[in-house]
């Protein structure tokens, strides 16, 4: 190359970053991808850790701003959590119930998991007071499809707009069991109904309009809790009071970091990309269906399991895509793919339909509304429906200033498509990308031919 793909510019007095990616064409993308770990996994293993009686071991955690947010909260509760690194994490858990009452307000910093699946356990937690927060943007994310089925169990809960708003104060309370009728598809209301469930004498159930992912269950049962599923019910059900022990978790790499590269080796030319040690729950890899059906040249390769998880190796090449419509079911199982998906509906033939995907108004940015006004802004066709997009695909895209919206997978997103643009794409607050995936800008730059 003779000048390089990606550099990076830090805003002077401030922690913003720009990254500035203008491909030297034609370029490739070649080479192995080891991505981090199962964001999803990470939480649930630092939180059923802790609560769990003896040591836990975690290989694989994914190092972001969002577990790190987990392990403090766990900490300032009494839970002796060593220093986060992929290698090696260990937790010495205070056995289930035991959390306790800490001296400061527990904050989530950006982490909606972090702090929807912790409501779950606070509230079960009898006679302890606590108060949980987050920054800005978690701040004005919805909290009451959580607080409503925990006020069915009997939990005492508090908050802005109605209790629906962090900051929360949650007064723990013996709870009784329930059988919840989730009126969304959403693996974080159902982990915090379950996990509230552990400590709840008898049975506790949520059944789901649409399957969600089922990475609860799977730690649940792997920790010693009685699990009990039902996929043609769309049904989990944790019997209580359990006793959870300490285990040892090796944690896969996550498919939702994965699928940058999936649609950057669609999209970029003469691209051969091997993504190592990725998870393949059937829950989660609507991803790899939605770009199977528009085209893409994906194969998995070494396929196993690991601490009750599948997983596998991908391999892309690039291809030539063609539109297709994402709506229904398939959903609960790639939402937050959206975005780069939208990216790769760009560059395809055709015009792509996403429906049913309202849900993504509430994250971490309007990430519908986000993604459809930058991509325009490099040349593309997206226009914005209340619950989706409709992306006319084949029209070139051109170097431009986008913004991240602080939003890490709208950051990751957009420098996809800035490979495959001509000119030089400045894209603002791309330091968000460290929520869930470090070393983004340093794995393309070493992808790049």
């Known amino acids: 190359m003779s000048a390089p793909v990606l550099t990076i510019t830090a805003a002077a007095e401030s922690s913003a ?43 694989g955690l994914l190092l972001g701003e969002d577990p790190r947010s987990t392990a403090a909260c766990f900490r300032a509760m009494g839970a002796q959590i060593s220093e986060l690194n992929p290698e090696l994490v260990t937790v010495r858990g205070l056995g289930l119930g035991l959390l306790q009452e800490p001296d400061r307000v527990l904050d989530a910093g950006n982490s909606g998991t972090t702090l929807r699946l912790m409501m779950g356990i606070l509230a079960s937690h009898p006679d302890r007071f606590f108060t949980v927060t987050g920054d800005d943007s978690l701040r004005s994310r919805p909290m009451g499809r959580v607080v409503a089925p925990l006020r069915q169990m009997g939990a005492q809960i508090w908050g802005r707009k109605g209790d629906t708003l962090a900051p929360l104060a949650i007064k723990g309370q013996q ?20 996990l509230a ?59 939702s970091s994965a699928a940058f590269w999936l649609v950057a080796g669609a999209i970029v030319p003469d691209s051969n990309l091997l993504i190592e040690n990725v998870g393949i729950n059937p829950t989660r890899t ?49 939402i937050d793919e959206i975005p780069v998906l939208a990216v790769a509906a760009a560059m395809a033939q055709g015009t792509t339909i996403v ?39 084949g029209h070139p895209l051109n170097g431009a200033e986008v913004d991240s919206f602080t939003d890490h997978r709208i950051a990751m997103s957009l420098a996809i498509a800035a490979l495959v643009a001509t000119g030089t794409t400045t894209i603002h607050r791309a330091e968000a990308a460290a929520i869930s995936y470090p070393a983004f800008a340093d794995t393309l730059k070493t992808l790049c031919l």
Not at 175 to 194: C, D, E, G, N
Not at 309 to 325: F, G, N, Q, W
Request: net charge neutral.
């Open 17 to 59: 970053t720009a990254w500035h990616i203008q491909p030297t064409h034609p370029i490739a993308l070649q080479g192995s991808v080891q991505i981090p770990g199962d964001k999803s996994i990470s939480h649930r293993a630092l939180m059923l850790g802790a609560l769990a009686t003896g040591e836990t071991t975690i290989r």
């Open 175 to 194: 709870l009784k069991p329930i059988h919840y009728q989730s009126p969304i598809a959403s693996a974080q209301v159902k982990s915090a109904v379950l």
């Open 197 to 255: 469930g552990l400590m709840t004498e008898g049975q506790t159930t949520v059944t789901e309009p649409a399957l969600s992912r089922d990475h609860s269950e799977r730690m649940f049962r792997a920790f010693g809790a009685g699990v009990m599923v039902d996929p043609e019910r769309l049904s989990a059900t944790v019997v209580g009071p359990a006793q959870l022990r300490g285990q040892s978790v090796i944690v896969p790499g996550d498919i």
């Open 286 to 334: 609507g991803i790899l269906d939605v770009l199977l059906e528009m085209g893409a040249d994906i194969t998995l390769e070494n396929r196993r399991e690991a601490a009750g998880e599948p997983v596998a190796d991908l391999r892309v090449r690039s291809s030539a895509l063609k539109a297709c419509t994402i709506e229904g079911a398939i959903l609960p199982r790639l």
């Open 355 to 393: 429906r049913d995907a309202e849900e993504l108004r509430v994250k971490e940015s309007d990430r519908l509304a986000a993604i459809a006004s930058q991509l325009n802004r490099m040349g593309a066709r997206v226009t914005e429906r209340p619950d989706g997009l409709e992306i006319a695909g």
